[in-house]
Protein backbone atom coordinates (compact mmCIF):
# COMPACT_ATOMS: atom_id res chain seq x y z
CA UNK A 1 0.00 0.00 0.00
CA UNK A 2 1.08 3.51 -0.82
CA UNK A 3 2.69 5.48 2.20
CA UNK A 4 1.81 9.44 1.61
CA UNK A 5 3.60 10.11 5.13
CA UNK A 6 6.68 12.32 4.38
CA UNK A 7 8.75 15.17 6.26
CA UNK A 8 11.99 16.76 5.60
CA UNK A 9 14.00 18.40 8.27
CA UNK A 10 17.13 20.54 8.12
CA UNK A 11 19.78 19.67 10.74
CA UNK A 12 23.86 19.51 11.62
CA UNK A 13 25.58 16.21 11.36
CA UNK A 14 26.89 15.59 14.84
CA UNK A 15 29.12 12.34 13.83
CA UNK A 16 31.08 14.48 11.21
CA UNK A 17 32.80 17.10 12.65
CA UNK A 18 35.47 18.40 10.93
CA UNK A 19 39.07 19.55 12.46
CA UNK A 20 38.31 22.86 12.59
CA UNK A 21 35.60 22.28 14.84
CA UNK A 22 32.54 23.16 11.78
CA UNK A 23 29.56 20.52 11.60
CA UNK A 24 27.94 19.86 8.53
CA UNK A 25 24.00 20.69 7.29
CA UNK A 26 21.92 18.15 5.63
CA UNK A 27 18.72 17.19 4.99
CA UNK A 28 16.69 14.66 6.51
CA UNK A 29 14.13 13.02 4.02
CA UNK A 30 11.84 10.65 5.42
CA UNK A 31 9.56 9.47 2.76
CA UNK A 32 8.10 6.01 1.90
CA UNK A 33 9.51 4.37 5.55
CA UNK A 34 13.02 5.80 4.80
CA UNK A 35 15.48 8.21 6.18
CA UNK A 36 17.69 9.33 3.84
CA UNK A 37 20.71 12.37 4.42
CA UNK A 38 21.62 15.09 1.84
CA UNK A 39 24.50 16.80 1.98
CA UNK A 40 23.96 20.86 1.66
CA UNK A 41 27.35 21.70 1.90
CA UNK A 42 27.60 24.01 3.87
CA UNK A 43 29.65 23.96 7.57
CA UNK A 44 28.94 26.03 11.13
CA UNK A 45 30.30 25.59 14.38
CA UNK A 46 27.65 23.91 16.82
CA UNK A 47 27.12 26.61 19.09
CA UNK A 48 24.96 29.10 16.64
CA UNK A 49 23.03 26.55 15.34
CA UNK A 50 18.94 26.58 15.86
CA UNK A 51 17.97 23.11 16.26
CA UNK A 52 13.91 23.83 16.39
CA UNK A 53 13.90 26.45 13.61
CA UNK A 54 16.42 24.55 11.63
CA UNK A 55 18.23 27.77 11.23
CA UNK A 56 21.48 29.48 11.53
CA UNK A 57 21.40 32.06 14.23
CA UNK A 58 24.06 34.23 13.95
CA UNK A 59 24.60 37.27 11.80
CA UNK A 60 26.99 37.05 8.24
CA UNK A 61 24.74 33.33 7.39
CA UNK A 62 21.60 34.46 5.83
CA UNK A 63 22.86 33.23 2.88
CA UNK A 64 23.62 30.38 4.11
CA UNK A 65 19.59 30.20 5.90
CA UNK A 66 18.23 31.27 2.01
CA UNK A 67 19.91 28.03 0.90
CA UNK A 68 18.65 26.07 3.77
CA UNK A 69 14.77 27.14 3.06
CA UNK A 70 15.19 27.09 -0.47
CA UNK A 71 16.18 23.66 -1.20
CA UNK A 72 13.88 22.23 1.63
CA UNK A 73 11.04 23.18 -0.51
CA UNK A 74 12.56 22.29 -3.68
CA UNK A 75 12.72 18.17 -2.07
CA UNK A 76 9.38 19.12 -0.83
CA UNK A 77 7.61 20.14 -4.05
CA UNK A 78 9.44 17.01 -5.67
CA UNK A 79 7.69 14.60 -3.80
CA UNK A 80 4.83 16.13 -3.86
CA UNK A 81 4.78 15.78 -7.29
CA UNK A 82 5.60 12.11 -7.01
CA UNK A 83 3.06 11.48 -4.89
CA UNK A 84 0.51 13.28 -7.15
CA UNK A 85 1.12 10.97 -9.94
CA UNK A 86 -0.13 8.13 -7.68
CA UNK A 87 3.44 6.26 -7.00
CA UNK A 88 5.72 6.06 -4.04
CA UNK A 89 8.97 7.90 -4.13
CA UNK A 90 11.68 5.72 -3.80
CA UNK A 91 15.29 6.30 -2.29
CA UNK A 92 16.76 6.27 -6.49
CA UNK A 93 13.93 9.32 -7.15
CA UNK A 94 15.19 11.20 -4.63
CA UNK A 95 19.16 10.97 -4.93
CA UNK A 96 18.83 11.23 -8.81
CA UNK A 97 16.81 14.41 -7.97
CA UNK A 98 19.03 15.27 -5.78
CA UNK A 99 21.61 14.75 -7.97
CA UNK A 100 20.27 16.56 -11.48
CA UNK A 101 19.22 13.20 -12.86
CA UNK A 102 15.53 13.24 -12.43
CA UNK A 103 13.38 13.04 -15.55
CA UNK A 104 9.78 12.28 -15.04
CA UNK A 105 7.02 12.73 -17.99
CA UNK A 106 4.42 12.74 -15.34
CA UNK A 107 1.57 10.62 -16.79
CA UNK A 108 -2.07 12.88 -16.55
CA UNK A 109 -4.27 10.09 -15.44
CA UNK A 110 -1.93 8.57 -12.36
CA UNK A 111 -2.41 12.57 -10.67
CA UNK A 112 -5.97 12.56 -12.01
CA UNK A 113 -6.74 9.48 -10.24
CA UNK A 114 -4.78 10.81 -7.05
CA UNK A 115 -6.21 14.20 -7.29
CA UNK A 116 -10.10 12.42 -7.58
CA UNK A 117 -9.47 10.55 -4.88
CA UNK A 118 -8.78 13.78 -2.74
CA UNK A 119 -11.21 16.26 -3.95
CA UNK A 120 -13.69 13.64 -3.48
CA UNK A 121 -13.83 14.26 0.15
CA UNK A 122 -15.08 18.09 -0.60
CA UNK A 123 -17.49 17.92 -2.91
CA UNK A 124 -20.87 15.91 -3.81
CA UNK A 125 -21.70 12.72 -5.50
CA UNK A 126 -23.48 14.47 -8.27
CA UNK A 127 -20.23 16.66 -8.92
CA UNK A 128 -18.19 13.76 -8.55
CA UNK A 129 -19.73 12.12 -11.55
CA UNK A 130 -18.88 14.90 -13.65
CA UNK A 131 -15.38 14.61 -13.12
CA UNK A 132 -15.44 10.72 -13.92
CA UNK A 133 -17.20 11.61 -17.20
CA UNK A 134 -14.36 14.10 -17.74
CA UNK A 135 -11.89 11.11 -17.16
CA UNK A 136 -14.12 9.14 -19.65
CA UNK A 137 -14.10 11.65 -22.35
CA UNK A 138 -10.25 12.55 -21.84
CA UNK A 139 -9.18 8.75 -22.45
CA UNK A 140 -11.33 9.02 -25.46
CA UNK A 141 -9.83 11.70 -26.92
CA UNK A 142 -6.64 11.20 -25.63
CA UNK A 143 -5.61 7.43 -24.77
CA UNK A 144 -2.10 8.37 -23.19
CA UNK A 145 -1.91 11.75 -21.95
CA UNK A 146 1.49 13.29 -20.63
CA UNK A 147 1.46 16.87 -18.59
CA UNK A 148 3.44 17.94 -21.42
CA UNK A 149 1.52 17.48 -24.05
CA UNK A 150 -0.86 19.84 -22.31
CA UNK A 151 -1.73 23.52 -23.60
CA UNK A 152 -3.47 25.80 -25.29
CA UNK A 153 -3.53 23.36 -28.64
CA UNK A 154 -4.63 20.58 -26.46
CA UNK A 155 -7.63 22.15 -24.58
CA UNK A 156 -9.24 23.83 -27.88
CA UNK A 157 -8.89 20.21 -29.28
CA UNK A 158 -10.62 18.33 -26.71
CA UNK A 159 -13.29 21.17 -26.70
CA UNK A 160 -13.95 20.78 -30.22
CA UNK A 161 -14.71 17.14 -29.14
CA UNK A 162 -16.59 17.94 -27.05
CA UNK A 163 -19.04 20.16 -29.43
CA UNK A 164 -18.59 17.10 -32.30
CA UNK A 165 -19.64 14.54 -29.37
CA UNK A 166 -22.49 17.10 -27.96
CA UNK A 167 -20.81 16.47 -24.68
CA UNK A 168 -21.59 18.78 -21.89
CA UNK A 169 -19.13 21.17 -23.58
CA UNK A 170 -19.26 23.93 -20.50
CA UNK A 171 -19.00 21.67 -17.63
CA UNK A 172 -16.24 19.72 -18.62
CA UNK A 173 -13.67 22.66 -19.71
CA UNK A 174 -14.94 23.95 -16.12
CA UNK A 175 -13.71 21.19 -14.15
CA UNK A 176 -11.03 20.14 -16.35
CA UNK A 177 -9.73 23.75 -15.40
CA UNK A 178 -10.15 22.98 -11.72
CA UNK A 179 -7.83 20.33 -12.54
CA UNK A 180 -5.23 21.66 -14.11
CA UNK A 181 -5.27 24.69 -11.65
CA UNK A 182 -4.00 22.13 -8.92
CA UNK A 183 -1.32 20.46 -11.32
CA UNK A 184 -0.31 24.49 -11.69
CA UNK A 185 0.27 24.52 -7.42
CA UNK A 186 1.81 21.35 -7.75
CA UNK A 187 4.32 22.40 -10.57
CA UNK A 188 3.52 19.67 -12.61
CA UNK A 189 2.23 21.76 -15.44
CA UNK A 190 4.24 24.75 -16.37
CA UNK A 191 2.57 25.83 -19.21
CA UNK A 192 -0.78 27.83 -18.38
CA UNK A 193 -2.35 28.26 -22.17
CA UNK A 194 -4.69 26.21 -21.42
CA UNK A 195 -6.49 29.33 -19.51
CA UNK A 196 -7.38 30.93 -22.73
CA UNK A 197 -9.71 27.99 -23.66
CA UNK A 198 -13.17 28.50 -22.61
CA UNK A 199 -16.70 27.32 -23.24
CA UNK A 200 -20.31 29.37 -23.31
CA UNK A 201 -22.00 28.73 -19.74
CA UNK A 202 -25.17 27.04 -20.79
CA UNK A 203 -26.77 29.58 -18.08
CA UNK A 204 -27.55 32.71 -20.46
CA UNK A 205 -29.65 30.54 -22.88
CA UNK A 206 -32.11 28.75 -20.91
CA UNK A 207 -34.42 26.35 -22.90
CA UNK A 208 -37.92 25.44 -21.80
CA UNK A 209 -40.56 24.03 -23.30
CA UNK A 210 -44.30 25.83 -23.22
CA UNK A 211 -47.37 24.23 -21.79
CA UNK A 212 -48.16 23.28 -25.12
CA UNK A 213 -44.80 21.37 -26.47
CA UNK A 214 -44.96 19.38 -23.11
CA UNK A 215 -48.76 18.70 -23.85
CA UNK A 216 -47.13 17.34 -27.18
CA UNK A 217 -44.47 15.11 -25.79
CA UNK A 218 -47.06 13.59 -23.45
CA UNK A 219 -49.68 12.82 -26.34
CA UNK A 220 -47.02 11.01 -28.09
CA UNK A 221 -47.98 7.60 -29.31
CA UNK A 222 -44.69 5.54 -29.16
CA UNK A 223 -44.99 1.50 -29.69
CA UNK A 224 -45.85 -0.69 -26.75
CA UNK A 225 -42.31 -2.44 -26.97
CA UNK A 226 -40.28 0.76 -26.92
CA UNK A 227 -40.19 0.75 -23.16
CA UNK A 228 -37.25 3.00 -22.65
CA UNK A 229 -38.04 5.58 -24.86
CA UNK A 230 -41.34 5.31 -22.56
CA UNK A 231 -39.88 5.38 -19.81
CA UNK A 232 -37.18 8.23 -20.55
CA UNK A 233 -40.70 9.95 -21.34
CA UNK A 234 -42.05 9.47 -18.10
CA UNK A 235 -38.94 10.75 -16.12
CA UNK A 236 -38.51 13.77 -18.03
CA UNK A 237 -42.91 14.69 -17.53
CA UNK A 238 -41.96 14.17 -13.93
CA UNK A 239 -38.66 16.51 -13.87
CA UNK A 240 -40.86 18.92 -15.94
CA UNK A 241 -43.87 18.76 -13.53
CA UNK A 242 -41.75 18.32 -10.22
CA UNK A 243 -38.94 20.76 -11.06
CA UNK A 244 -36.57 18.17 -9.60
CA UNK A 245 -33.10 18.18 -11.38
CA UNK A 246 -31.94 14.59 -12.44
CA UNK A 247 -29.89 13.81 -9.55
CA UNK A 248 -32.72 14.25 -7.47
CA UNK A 249 -35.52 12.65 -9.21
CA UNK A 250 -33.01 9.52 -10.26
CA UNK A 251 -32.27 9.08 -6.25
CA UNK A 252 -36.26 9.15 -4.94
CA UNK A 253 -36.97 5.93 -2.91
CA UNK A 254 -39.86 5.25 -0.82
CA UNK A 255 -38.19 7.30 2.20
CA UNK A 256 -38.36 10.08 0.46
CA UNK A 257 -42.08 9.90 -0.02
CA UNK A 258 -44.17 10.98 3.37
CA UNK A 259 -48.03 12.25 3.19
CA UNK A 260 -47.71 13.19 -0.11
CA UNK A 261 -45.03 15.21 0.27
CA UNK A 262 -41.28 14.83 -1.60
CA UNK A 263 -38.56 14.89 1.20
CA UNK A 264 -34.82 14.73 0.07
CA UNK A 265 -31.60 16.34 0.10
CA UNK A 266 -30.46 18.20 -2.38
CA UNK A 267 -27.62 16.19 -4.44
CA UNK A 268 -26.12 19.40 -5.61
CA UNK A 269 -26.19 21.35 -2.56
CA UNK A 270 -27.13 18.74 0.52
CA UNK A 271 -30.33 21.13 1.47
CA UNK A 272 -32.68 19.40 2.76
CA UNK A 273 -36.40 20.44 0.83
CA UNK A 274 -39.88 18.94 2.10
CA UNK A 275 -42.24 19.74 -1.39
CA UNK A 276 -45.58 18.90 -2.53
CA UNK A 277 -46.03 17.64 -6.01
CA UNK A 278 -48.54 18.71 -9.08
CA UNK A 279 -51.20 16.73 -9.83
CA UNK A 280 -49.66 15.87 -13.27
CA UNK A 281 -46.23 14.78 -11.14
CA UNK A 282 -47.80 12.47 -8.98
CA UNK A 283 -49.60 10.59 -12.10
CA UNK A 284 -46.30 9.58 -12.58
CA UNK A 285 -44.91 8.78 -9.17
CA UNK A 286 -47.48 6.92 -8.39
CA UNK A 287 -47.44 4.63 -11.52
CA UNK A 288 -43.93 3.92 -10.54
CA UNK A 289 -44.09 3.51 -6.77
CA UNK A 290 -46.46 0.77 -6.82
CA UNK A 291 -44.10 -1.77 -8.40
CA UNK A 292 -40.80 -0.15 -6.48
CA UNK A 293 -39.96 -2.32 -3.57
CA UNK A 294 -38.47 -0.51 -0.51
CA UNK A 295 -35.00 0.80 -0.90
CA UNK A 296 -35.38 0.90 -4.66
CA UNK A 297 -35.48 3.81 -6.90
CA UNK A 298 -38.96 4.78 -7.54
CA UNK A 299 -38.15 6.21 -10.95
CA UNK A 300 -36.75 4.30 -14.01
CA UNK A 301 -33.47 4.04 -13.45
CA UNK A 302 -32.01 5.51 -16.65
CA UNK A 303 -28.52 7.39 -17.02
CA UNK A 304 -28.45 10.76 -17.58
CA UNK A 305 -26.72 10.33 -21.03
CA UNK A 306 -29.08 7.46 -22.36
CA UNK A 307 -32.33 10.04 -20.97
CA UNK A 308 -30.49 13.07 -23.49
CA UNK A 309 -30.68 11.21 -26.38
CA UNK A 310 -33.92 9.78 -26.03
CA UNK A 311 -35.14 13.83 -25.65
CA UNK A 312 -33.80 14.11 -29.02
CA UNK A 313 -35.88 11.23 -30.21
CA UNK A 314 -39.16 12.28 -28.34
CA UNK A 315 -38.10 16.11 -29.76
CA UNK A 316 -37.82 14.98 -32.89
CA UNK A 317 -41.20 13.25 -33.04
CA UNK A 318 -43.04 15.70 -31.11
CA UNK A 319 -41.80 18.70 -33.86
CA UNK A 320 -39.98 20.72 -30.93
CA UNK A 321 -36.98 22.29 -32.45
CA UNK A 322 -35.23 22.59 -29.03
CA UNK A 323 -32.50 20.81 -27.93
CA UNK A 324 -33.83 19.06 -24.70
CA UNK A 325 -31.72 17.96 -21.88
CA UNK A 326 -33.00 16.23 -18.90
CA UNK A 327 -32.12 19.92 -16.93
CA UNK A 328 -34.75 21.40 -19.34
CA UNK A 329 -37.54 20.05 -17.56
CA UNK A 330 -36.89 22.12 -14.53
CA UNK A 331 -36.72 25.09 -16.34
CA UNK A 332 -39.87 24.05 -17.95
CA UNK A 333 -41.07 23.85 -14.32
CA UNK A 334 -40.08 27.64 -13.41
CA UNK A 335 -41.27 29.08 -16.37
CA UNK A 336 -44.81 27.57 -16.22
CA UNK A 337 -45.23 28.37 -12.21
CA UNK A 338 -44.21 32.09 -13.58
CA UNK A 339 -46.86 31.99 -16.05
CA UNK A 340 -48.95 31.02 -13.35
CA UNK A 341 -48.23 34.19 -11.25
CA UNK A 342 -46.96 32.36 -8.49
CA UNK A 343 -45.10 34.06 -6.11
CA UNK A 344 -41.24 34.27 -7.25
CA UNK A 345 -40.18 33.60 -3.23
CA UNK A 346 -42.43 30.18 -3.44
CA UNK A 347 -40.52 29.56 -6.68
CA UNK A 348 -37.50 29.89 -5.01
CA UNK A 349 -38.64 27.03 -2.49
CA UNK A 350 -40.43 25.04 -4.63
CA UNK A 351 -36.49 25.41 -6.43
CA UNK A 352 -34.84 24.32 -3.42
CA UNK A 353 -33.02 27.48 -4.53
CA UNK A 354 -30.90 29.99 -1.48
CA UNK A 355 -31.13 33.12 -2.95
CA UNK A 356 -34.02 34.82 -4.98
CA UNK A 357 -31.64 35.82 -7.62
CA UNK A 358 -31.40 32.33 -8.99
CA UNK A 359 -35.10 31.91 -9.46
CA UNK A 360 -34.81 34.91 -11.61
CA UNK A 361 -32.27 33.86 -14.16
CA UNK A 362 -34.39 30.23 -14.49
CA UNK A 363 -37.88 32.44 -14.56
CA UNK A 364 -36.23 34.98 -17.31
CA UNK A 365 -37.04 37.96 -15.07
CA UNK A 366 -35.30 40.93 -15.64
CA UNK A 367 -34.93 44.25 -13.93
CA UNK A 368 -37.01 45.71 -17.09
CA UNK A 369 -39.99 43.53 -16.45
CA UNK A 370 -40.17 45.28 -12.84
CA UNK A 371 -41.57 48.47 -13.87
CA UNK A 372 -44.73 47.61 -14.22
CA UNK A 373 -45.14 46.55 -10.77
CA UNK A 374 -43.77 49.79 -9.03
CA UNK A 375 -45.45 51.85 -11.39
CA UNK A 376 -48.31 52.33 -9.17
CA UNK A 377 -47.59 51.84 -5.89
CA UNK A 378 -47.56 54.93 -3.58
CA UNK A 379 -46.72 55.57 0.02
CA UNK A 380 -48.71 58.76 0.15
CA UNK A 381 -46.86 61.13 -0.69
CA UNK A 382 -47.41 64.38 -3.12
CA UNK A 383 -47.09 63.59 -6.47
CA UNK A 384 -43.52 65.02 -7.72
CA UNK A 385 -44.04 68.36 -9.99
CA UNK A 386 -42.22 67.06 -12.78
CA UNK A 387 -43.78 63.63 -12.60
CA UNK A 388 -45.36 64.64 -16.09
CA UNK A 389 -41.67 63.84 -17.29
CA UNK A 390 -41.35 60.86 -15.93
CA UNK A 391 -42.65 58.51 -19.02
CA UNK A 392 -41.68 55.02 -18.17
Known sequence: MKNDYYNVRADIRTDKKRKDGYYPIYLFVYCSGVTQKLSLAEYIPKNIWDKEKERVNAKGYGNVNSIILQKKNDVLNFIRKCLAEGNNVSQKDITNYWNGKADREVDFYKFYASFCQSHFKKIKPATQSHYRT???KLKMYSPKLKFKDINYVFTEGFKEFLEDTGSGTYNMIKFLKTTLDQAMKLKLLTDDSWRETSAKSPEGERVFLTPAEVK????LKLYEFDKRL?????FFLFCCYSGLRYSDANNLTHDNYKEGMLCFNHQKTGNRQETPMTIEAKLIFYKYLEKAKPQEKILPDICNQTLNLDLKVLAKEAKINKNLTSHVGRHTFAVTLLGNNVNPFNITYLMGHKKLNQSFSYTHIMPENLRGVVKNVSF???????SSKDKS
Open 134 to 136: LEK
Open 216 to 219: RIHE
Open 230 to 234: SESRD
Open 380 to 386: GQSPLKN
